[in-house]
């Protein structure tokens, strides 16, 4: 469908300039501009990967209610434009779209680790409450054992790719030990669900962008995103370490239990090595989850992953050491 035609679903009839964003993994992302210099993003949904597309936008729309109703609470969400029949979408030709004004960032050089930290430990606290449960956007998203025995079965079948014996050991033993902590019956909160640095837009109020994976889960899922996209130098910045967790405990105020901020770290080990299992996946895939990734590509991603996740690991006394401390701080 012709972008601008799209465009007129959400009342905009006068788009002058349309460009591609192409740093995404997941949708198409556009940005529209307005003959009155507005600018918009477009996306169209990856329904591949979003099988529930209603329940995604579902979701945004509780979030978009929720975080509007206080507008000093610290944090804003995109804004999405309805369409002519009152939703947050419009589905054309089995595709779904959505439009939501652009958000631009500005000039903020101070602390951006502890804002960005901040401003997801707000998201949660925002988001919590018996009210307001999120629906699942993607079955056995941050479902580490189920990731992990996608990877063994398709190492399993792969005749010309193998991955190491040692690596499969280290991931499996991490599997065990992560559903250890995250047991059955472990609290669970509305998170954002892929809270790197890169989905927060640091302007005067920090924008929390990218939605769509907002669901019922693990604080600590959050906490270790945040981590592992800040600390991904091959070195532990521990000033980075401590901003990050200043932030989130900050923007929590307090609402974590002794269990959640005992998983914290382990959130850390989690997201690492779940990502790292996907990306070895897709290396041994020929139909990808990242998309526009090559084998190799993959490949390399996976393994700077597990040099990640060996780090953590080495220094764990140091970073549930510093985690006790400032959320014990905080919380007093």
Same mark, same amino acid.
């Not at 029949?85 to 951006?112: C, L, M, W």
């Given at each position: 469908?012709?972008?601008?035609?799209?465009?007129?679903?959400?009342?905009?009839? #006068?788009?002058?300039?349309?460009?591609?964003?192409?740093?995404?993994?997941?949708? #198409?992302?556009?940005?529209?501009?307005?003959?009155?210099?507005?600018?918009?993003?477009? #996306?169209?949904?990856?329904?591949?990967?979003?099988?529930?597309?209603?329940?995604?936008?579902?979701?945004?729309?509780?979030?978009?209610?929720?975080?509007?109703?206080?507008?000093?609470?610290?944090?804003?969400?995109?804004?999405?434009?309805?369409? !002519?029949?009152?939703?947050?979408?419009?589905?054309?030709?089995?595709?779904?779209?959505?439009?939501?004004?652009?958000?631009?960032?500005?000039?903020?050089?101070?602390?951006?680790?502890?804002?960005?930290?901040?401003?997801?430990?707000?998201?949660?606290?925002?988001?919590?409450?018996?009210?307001?449960?999120?629906?699942?956007?993607?079955?056995?998203?941050?479902?580490?054992?189920?990731?992990?025995?996608?990877?063994?079965?398709?190492?399993?079948?792969?005749?010309?790719?193998?991955?190491?014996?040692?690596?499969?050991?280290?991931?499996?033993?991490?599997?065990?030990?992560?559903? #250890?902590?995250?047991?059955?019956?472990?609290?669970?909160?509305?998170?954002?669900?892929?809270?790197?640095?890169?989905?927060?837009?640091?302007?005067?109020?920090?924008?929390?962008?990218?939605?769509?994976?907002?669901?019922?889960?693990?604080?600590?899922?959050?906490?270790?995103?945040?981590?592992?996209?800040?600390?991904?130098?091959?070195?532990?910045?521990?000033?980075?370490?401590?901003?990050?967790?200043? !932030?989130?405990?900050d923007g929590l105020e307090?609402?974590?239990?002794?269990?959640?901020?005992?998983?914290?770290?382990?959130?850390?080990?989690?997201?690492?090595?779940?990502?790292?299992?996907?990306?070895?996946?897709?290396?041994?895939?020929?139909?990808?989850?990242?998309?526009?990734?090559?084998?190799?590509q993959c490949l390399s991603?996976?393994?700077?992953?597990?040099?990640?996740?060996?780090?953590?690991?080495?220094?764990?006394?140091?970073?549930?050491?510093?985690?006790?401390?400032?959320?014990?701080?905080?919380?007093?």
């Amino acid at each position: 469908m012709d972008e601008a035609k799209f465009a007129e679903l959400f009342g905009l009839d #006068q788009i002058t300039d349309i460009s591609e964003i192409s740093c995404g993994h997941i949708n #198409q992302t556009r940005v529209l501009t307005s003959v009155n210099g507005e600018r918009f993003v477009m #996306q169209t949904l990856n329904t591949d990967v979003f099988r529930s597309p209603e329940a995604v936008m579902r979701n945004i729309g509780k979030i978009t209610k929720k975080i509007s109703a206080s507008p000093d609470c610290g944090i804003i969400v995109p804004e999405y434009l309805f369409a !002519g029949d009152g939703k947050n979408h419009a589905e054309q030709n089995g595709r779904i779209y959505r439009i939501y004004r652009y958000i631009a960032p500005t000039n903020v050089s101070e602390f951006p680790e502890y804002r960005t930290a901040k401003a997801y430990g707000t998201f949660i606290r925002m988001l919590s409450g018996k009210n307001l449960k999120l629906e699942t956007s993607v079955e056995n998203f941050h479902n580490y054992p189920c990731y992990f025995s996608r990877l063994a079965s398709a190492e399993k079948s792969s005749y010309f790719k193998k991955i190491d014996k040692a690596v499969m050991k280290r991931l499996g033993s991490l599997s065990d030990t992560l559903s #250890q902590v995250f047991t059955v019956d472990f609290p669970k909160r509305n998170i954002h669900g892929d809270a790197k640095k890169d989905n927060i837009i640091l302007s005067e109020t920090p924008a929390v962008i990218d939605l769509d994976t907002a669901m019922y889960s693990y604080a600590a899922i959050d906490y270790g995103d945040i981590v592992r996209s800040v600390c991904s130098s091959g070195k532990l910045d521990y000033c980075a370490l401590r901003d990050v967790t200043r !932030g989130f405990a900050d923007g929590l105020e307090g609402l974590l239990s002794e269990d959640e901020i005992y998983s914290l770290y382990y959130g850390i080990l989690y997201v690492t090595g779940e990502l790292a299992v996907r990306y070895l996946t897709d290396y041994l895939s020929d139909e990808k989850y990242f998309r526009g990734k090559t084998s190799a590509q993959c490949l390399s991603r996976a393994e700077s992953l597990l040099n990640s996740l060996k780090l953590f690991i080495s220094e764990g006394e140091e970073i549930v050491s510093l985690i006790y401390r400032i959320f014990g701080m905080r919380n007093k």
